[in-house]
């Protein structure tokens, strides 16, 4: 199916342990993002790659690591989770950079992680 | 202090009323500001996108407009129907770089019959 899809839609996950969510688009869309909601704060962006192999932090990085061996796939993992990453994480892609009118950007339906 | 704030935090109104949501921000200068909106349990789908030149734009029974100099955009909602039941973010992408788009908390309305 065409879009953008996220895995898991739901993971529970105890401290310090490590964990990948899976992100994937059948666009060929450039750019890719990992933002967070949380209450009380609007999303969020993690990182960000503007093709393949090209990743750059966003404005809440620490704890994460990324990456793009792959145009159609972002995963994102949690090296060592903490109880601060529980959070709904969206997996968003764009066809153009920032001047662009192009940048609107697809989203994901979102994981929910809660580490226990 | 968020640079793009959204007023009202929540709002109820009657299925068919009408109803406007604010944003407030101070990113500058931006690229465009669009207006996106969440479904419960979903990822944000984009509704509108003006550019600072633009002071209009509309998707259907959604008006966006925008006051570059005020730096005020509204979200005004024509004939609501129960399925506007979401939230509805302001979203606004400086010029310098898109690792600074920046979101609003938005605007959580419920449509009620």
């Known amino acids: 199916d065409a879009g953008i899809t996220q895995s898991p839609r739901y993971k529970i996950t105890e401290t310090g342990r490590q964990v990948t969510l899976m992100c994937h688009q059948t666009?060929?869309?450039?750019?890719m993002f990992w933002y967070r909601q949380d209450l009380g704060h609007g999303l969020r962006l993690i990182y960000y790659?503007?093709?393949?192999?090209?990743?750059d932090k966003g404005e809440v990085p620490d704890g994460y690591v990324v990456s793009r061996s792959k145009t159609e796939n972002f995963p994102l993992t949690l090296e060592s989770a903490t109880r601060s990453q529980t959070s709904v994480y969206f997996c968003?892609?764009?066809?153009?950079?920032?001047?662009?009118?192009?940048?609107?950007?697809?989203f994901g339906q979102g994981t929910r992680l809660t580490v226990v | 202090k968020n640079q793009v704030e959204q007023s009202p935090q929540s709002l109820i109104i009657l299925e068919g009323k009408n109803c406007t949501l604010q944003?407030?921000?101070?990113?500058?200068?931006?690229?465009?500001l669009r207006w996106y909106k969440q479904d419960t349990g979903r990822g944000p789908v984009s509704l509108t996108i003006?550019?600072?030149?633009?002071n209009t734009k509309s998707n259907g029974r959604y008006t966006a407009t925008l006051d570059a100099d005020t730096k005020q955009s509204s979200l005004h909602i024509t004939a609501s129907q129960l399925s506007d039941s979401a939230s509805y973010i302001c979203?606004?992408?400086?010029?310098?770089?898109?690792?600074?788009?920046?979101f609003g908390i938005g605007t959580k309305l419920q449509v009620i019959p």
């Open positions: 003006m550019t600072f030149s633009e």
């Open positions: 790659s503007a093709a393949a192999d090209i990743t």
């Open positions: 979203v606004v992408t400086p010029s310098w770089g898109y690792q600074k788009v920046t």
């Open positions: 968003a892609s764009s066809e153009g950079g920032t001047t662009s009118r192009n940048t609107e950007a697809f």
């Open positions: 944003c407030n921000y101070t990113v500058s200068p931006f690229s465009n």
């Open positions: 666009w060929s869309h450039s750019y």
